[in-house]
C-alpha cells in the first residue's frame, strides 16, 4: 500500500519522522514503520468477551419470577422477602425479568420492579448478562419511561461492557429524561461524553434540571472538580489524567467488535458512523487501542479509525506519534493528516508541513494544510502563505481548492487580511462557497476578539444576515444571503484589512 | 475511383501503423497522464462534460440542499459518497472512500473512470485517445451504483422486484442511451429525483368519492424501487383543497399523508415509503395505498408534490414549518399530479 509515495516522498516524510521524534527525551530514533497485518482479529482473538448469555427460561420459571413481582411490587411485610428469594435465582431470572419489563399489559409497577431486579443482578460479578437486558431496554423499548428507568439501573451495574453501545443513545435518545440517565450512567462508568448534554439539562430550570443537576454534583464531587472543567479537561489532553475507572477486557473486546463494524465488511454506512460516533466520544483509554488499527490489512479500518481520532480531537493526544508514522501510509495519509491537526500536538508541526510540499500527493497536500489550519501553530505561517501566493499564478488554476485551504488556514494562524478578498471572491463566486463564507466568518470574529479596528461592526452587519435559529436555508435564500454579506463586506474590507 | 480508393488505402494503412503496430522497444516512452481532476477530461469529452456538469452528481458537494442536510459537512458521513474516490480503488460493488481534495467536484468523472492504475475505464477500448481507456463491463453493472445508492438502499429495493432479472436495470432509466441510440452513447446527466417528468411517470394518482369519504389511492408503477426512494432526503405529500376558482392558486392546502423513509436518528416516525409494483411477488409489499378522509360540502382537489428535502421552508427566510401546518405546499415542493373529485 505504501507503493503510493514515491522514493522522494517517502524519504522526505521519514526524514521528518526522525525529526518528529527527536526531543522525547528517550534517546528516540528513527521510528519504525509497522507492517500491514490483521491487527483487529488478532486483537479479538486474545480478549475475552462479557458473558451474557442467561438461560432460556422454562413456564414455571416464567410464572415464579411473575409471582415474585406481584409480591415485590403488592406483598406489604413479604415485599423484602419476595426480592430476596428473585435475587437468589441469579441468572436464571434474567430473561424472565426483562420480558415481564416489556410486557406492555402488566401493570407499569410490576414491570419496573422486574427492572429495578434487573439492576440488582447487574451489580453482581457475574451480572453481565442482567447488564445487557437492560442495554437492550434502554435501545429498544418504546416507552421512554421504561428507557430512562433502565438506563438509571444501568449506572448502578458493575459490568462496564454496555458503556460503549450506551454511549450510541446520546445521539439517539429523544426523550431528555431517559437521555439524562444515559448521561449520568455513562459518567458513572466512567465515560463523560454525556457531561455537556447534562449540564444543559440542568439549565433548562425545570423539574428534571434538579435531576440533572444533582448527577451533575454526583460527578464533580467523585472527580473533584467543576463540571466545566471536567468537559474542558475531557475534551483536551488532559483526559488522560482524569480519575476514571480502566476499562475492562470485556469493554476493549466491545471497543474491537466496534473496530470491526469499520471495515469493508460492513457495507451500510450507517453502522460504520454508529461505530465511528461511539469509539470517538469514548475515553482516552479507546484513543490507545485503537492507534494499532491504523496498521489494520483493511483499509477502511486504517480510514476509520484515523477519522475516529480525528474526531477525539486531544483527547486523543496520546497517539500523536502513531499517527505521525502512519502519515506514510498512502490510502491513509490524507485522514491521518486531517487527525494531526485535530489532535494538536505541537510534534506533528514538521510532518505536516512536509506532507504540504509540492513533491507530495494533491490529495495528501490539501488535508496537510488543513491540518496545519487546525494544529493554528505559528510555525505553519509561512509555508502556508507562500503556497497561497504561489497558488494565484492562473497555471495553478487547477489546484484552487489547495488554495481555498491555505487562505482558510491563514485565517486559523491569523493572518487572514491576505487572503481575505480572495475569500470574499471564492464565496461569491468560486465552487466552495460554504466554506469561503465560513472562513470570513472566522476572520471577522478572530479580528474583533483582537480588538482590530472596525471588524466588530462588519461582524455585526455579517451576523444580522444570518439565517434565523432553526431555519434551514433553501438555495436562493443561501445565495442572496452570500450576496448580501458580499456586498456589505466589500464596502469596507480595504479599511478593515489597510495597514 | 480509383484516387479515392487509394486515399482510403492509404488511410486504412496510416491508421494501421499508428494504431495496430506496437511502438519499438526502444521508443522513447511518452510520459502517462496523471488523471487528478474531471476538468482534464472536459477538452475531449465536451459533450458528456457538459451533461455531467449540468447533473446533480456533479452539484453533489455544492447543492444547498445537501450543505444544509449534512450541516455544511459537518455530518462525516456524508462524504463518501458525496466526494467519493474512484469506485475501482475499493472495488466495484463495495464501499467508496471519502475524498479529501477536489470535493467541489463531487461526484465526478474519475470517480467512476479512475482505475487503480491510473488508467481510464470505458466502455470501448481505445489504445490511440490520451485518456486509453480500457472496456470494463463493470461500468454497466448495477453493483457499480450500489457502493454508493444502495446505502439509501435503493439498489435493494431494485433487488427485491423481478426486474432484477429481467431488466430495466439503473442505467436503463437513469442514464439512456442518446435520443435511444446506443451508438451515441448514454446521457450522463443521471436524471433522477430532480426531473419532474421521471417522478411524474412513476407514480399515479387518483381520487373518488365513496359515500361521506374522499378516497385517494397513489400507487408506485414504476416498480423499480421505492417511492420516492431514499432515506430521509426525499418525501412526497398529499394535499388536499376545495376546489377554486383559479386552479393556480397558491394557498389553501391540508396534509393528508407523508410518503417517506425517516432518517436513522427519527427513531419515533414510521417508513412510509411506497414499495416498488413488481416487489410483491418477492416481499409481499403493496406498491398501492388508500388514504380516506371527510371532507366538507363540495368539490375537492387532491394533489401529490414531490419534494427534495423533507422538510418545508418559507423561502424568504428558511424558517421551517410543521408539514400538517403547511398550507402552501409549492413554497418548497413541485406538483405532480392534480386530480379533481366533483
Known amino acids: 500500500m505504501r507503493a503510493g509515495l514515491n522514493p522522494g516522498q ?13 526531543g522525547r527525551g528517550d534517546n528516540s530514533t528513527e521510528p519504525a514503520i509497522p507492517s500491514l497485518a490483521g491487527v483487529v482479529a488478532e486483537r479479538l482473538a486474545n480478549l475475552t468477551a462479557a458473558d451474557t448469555e442467561a438461560p432460556v427460561p422454562t413456564t414455571e420459571r416464567m410464572e415464579l419470577t411473575q409471582e415474585l413481582l406481584q409480591t415485590r411490587v403488592h406483598g406489604g ?25 416489556r410486557d406492555g399489559s402488566l401493570d407499569n409497577a410490576l414491570r419496573q420492579a422486574a427492572v429495578e431486579l434487573l439492576g440488582v443482578l447487574a451489580q453482581e460479578p457475574s451480572g453481565a448478562a442482567a447488564s445487557e437486558r437492560l442495554l437492550d431496554l434502554t435501545t429498544t423499548a418504546t416507552e421512554p419511561w421504561l428507557r430512562a428507568h433502565a438506563a438509571w439501573r444501568l449506572g448502578t451495574s458493575h459490568s462496564d461492557h454496555v458503556l460503549p453501545r450506551l454511549v450510541l443513545r446520546l445521539n439517539y435518545e429523544s426523550d431528555p429524561e431517559a437521555f439524562l440517565w444515559v448521561a449520568s450512567s455513562l459518567a458513572r462508568g466512567g465515560c463523560l461524553a454525556g457531561l455537556g448534554g447534562l449540564m444543559d439539562l440542568a439549565s433548562r430550570g425545570d423539574e428534571r434540571a434538579t435531576r440533572a443537576q444533582a448527577e451533575i454534583t454526583w460527578i464533580e464531587e467523585q472527580l473533584a472538580d467543576s463540571a466545566a472543567k471536567l468537559l474542558q479537561r475531557w475534551s483536551s489532553s488532559e483526559a488522560s489524567a482524569l480519575p476514571l475507572a480502566a476499562p475492562s477486557e470485556a469493554q476493549l473486546s466491545e471497543i474491537w467488535s466496534l473496530v470491526q463494524d469499520l471495515s469493508g465488511d460492513t457495507f451500510a454506512l450507517r453502522p460504520v458512523d454508529d461505530a465511528r460516533y461511539i469509539l470517538s466520544h469514548l475515553g482516552p483509554w479507546c484513543a490507545r487501542e485503537l492507534a494499532a488499527a491504523l496498521w489494520d490489512t483493511d483499509p477502511y479500518v486504517r480510514l476509520h479509525v484515523a477519522q475516529v481520532l480525528e474526531r477525539m480531537g486531544p483527547r486523543a493526544r496520546e497517539t500523536e506519534m502513531a499517527l505521525v508514522v502512519a502519515l506514510t501510509e498512502v490510502q491513509v495519509a490524507p485522514a491521518v493528516a486531517e487527525a494531526l491537526g485535530s489532535v494538536g500536538s505541537p510534534r506533528s508541526l514538521k510532518p505536516l508541513l512536509a506532507a504540504s510540499q509540492a513533491d507530495q500527493p494533491h490529495e495528501l497536500r490539501v488535508a496537510a494544510v488543513r491540518g496545519l489550519g487546525d494544529l493554528g501553530l505559528p510555525g505553519a505561517l509561512d509555508t502556508i502563505q507562500e503556497l497561497f501566493r504561489e497558488l494565484k499564478d492562473p497555471s495553478q488554476e487547477h489546484l484552487q481548492d489547495l488554495r481555498l485551504a491555505s487562505a482558510k488556514a491563514l485565517v486559523q494562524l491569523g493572518s487572514g487580511d491576505e487572503a481575505s478578498t480572495w475569500l470574499l471572491q471564492q464565496m461569491e463566486h468560486g465552487p466552495g462557497n460554504s466554506d469561503a463564507e465560513q472562513a470570513i466568518g472566522l476572520w471577522l470574529t478572530k479580528g474583533t476578539a483582537g480588538g482590530r479596528l472596525g471588524f466588530e461592526a462588519a461582524l455585526r452587519h455579517w451576523q444580522a444576515q444570518s439565517d434565523p435559529p432553526g431555519s434551514i436555508p433553501s438555495a436562493e435564500r443561501a445565495r442572496s444571503r452570500r450576496t448580501a454579506r458580499g456586498q456589505q463586506l466589500s464596502q469596507v474590507l480595504d479599511s478593515l484589512i489597510a495597514p | 475511383m480509383k484516387k479515392l480508393l487509394g486515399l482510403l488505402v492509404l488511410g486504412c494503412a496510416a491508421w494501421f501503423m499508428t494504431e495496430l503496430v ?22 475531449c469529452h465536451q459533450e458528456v462534460f457538459a451533461e455531467w456538469e449540468d447533473s446533480w452528481h456533479a452539484k453533489s458537494w455544492i447543492d444547498e440542499d445537501v450543505i444544509a442536510q449534512s450541516d455544511n459537512f459537518s455530518n462525516k458521513v456524508c462524504i463518501d ?5 474512484g469506485v475501482f480503488e475499493t472495488g466495484v460493488g463495495n464501499r467508496v472512500l471519502p475524498r479529501s481534495s477536489r470535493r467541489a467536484e463531487g461526484v465526478d468523472c474519475l470517480a467512476c473512470h479512475l482505475l487503480p492504475n491510473g488508467g481510464v475505464a470505458g466502455t470501448i477500448s481505445m489504445p490511440s485517445a490520451p485518456c486509453k481507456p480500457e472496456a470494463i463491463l463493470d461500468l454497466s453493472r448495477v453493483a457499480f451504483c450500489a457502493g454508493c445508492h444502495d446505502q439509501h438502499k435503493t439498489v435493494t429495493q431494485w433487488r427485491e422486484t423481478p426486474m432484477a432479472d429481467t431488466g430495466p436495470d439503473c442505467l436503463d432509466c437513469h442514464m439512456p442511451f442518446r435520443n435511444g441510440d446506443p451508438n451515441r452513447g448514454r446521457h450522463h446527466g443521471m436524471a433522477g429525483g430532480h426531473d419532474l417528468n ?13 359515500g361521506d369519504q374522499i378516497l385517494v389511492t397513489v400507487e408506485n408503477v414504476m416498480g423499480a424501487h421505492s417511492f420516492p426512494t431514499d432515506e430521509r432526503s426525499r418525501a412526497a405529500d398529499i ?21 417517506r423513509d425517516p432518517y436513522r436518528t427519527e427513531v419515533d416516525i414510521p417508513s412510509t415509503l411506497l414499495h416498488a409494483l413488481a416487489s410483491q411477488d418477492k416481499t409481499g409489499d403493496s406498491p398501492r395505498r388508500t388514504i380516506g378522509f371527510a371532507p366538507p360540502q363540495g368539490a375537492i382537489e387532491v394533489a401529490l408534490f414531490y419534494k427534495l428535502a423533507p422538510y418545508y421552508r418559507d423561502p424568504s427566510d428558511g424558517r421551517v ?7 402552501d405546499p409549492l413554497m418548497d415542493s413541485s406538483l405532480v399530479h392534480r386530480v379533481v373529485v366533483p
Open chain 2, 198 to 210: 421521471l417522478v411524474q411517470s412513476a407514480v399515479t394518482l387518483e381520487a373518488e368519492r365513496e
Open chain 2, 81 to 85: 459518497c458525496h466526494a467519493p474516490r
Open chain 1, 77 to 101: 411485610e413479604f415485599r423484602d422477602l419476595a426480592f430476596k428469594d428473585l435475587a437468589t435465582l441469579g441468572k436464571a431470572a434474567v430473561l424472565p425479568l426483562a420480558q415481564w419489563a
Open chain 2, 239 to 259: 394535499f388536499w383543497r376545495p376546489v377554486t376558482a383559479d386552479p393556480d392558486a397558491r394557498g389553501g392546502w391540508t396534509h393528508l399523508h407523508r410518503i
Open chain 1, 10 to 22: 517517502l524519504g522526505g516524510l521519514l526524514g521528518l519522522l526522525f525529526l518528529a521524534s527527536c
Open chain 2, 321 to 327: 414549518w410543521k408539514t400538517e401546518e403547511v398550507t
Open chain 2, 22 to 43: 506496437p511502438p519499438e522497444p526502444n521508443a522513447t516512452p511518452t510520459t502517462p497522464v496523471k488523471w487528478t481532476s474531471s476538468q482534464q477530461c472536459k477538452e
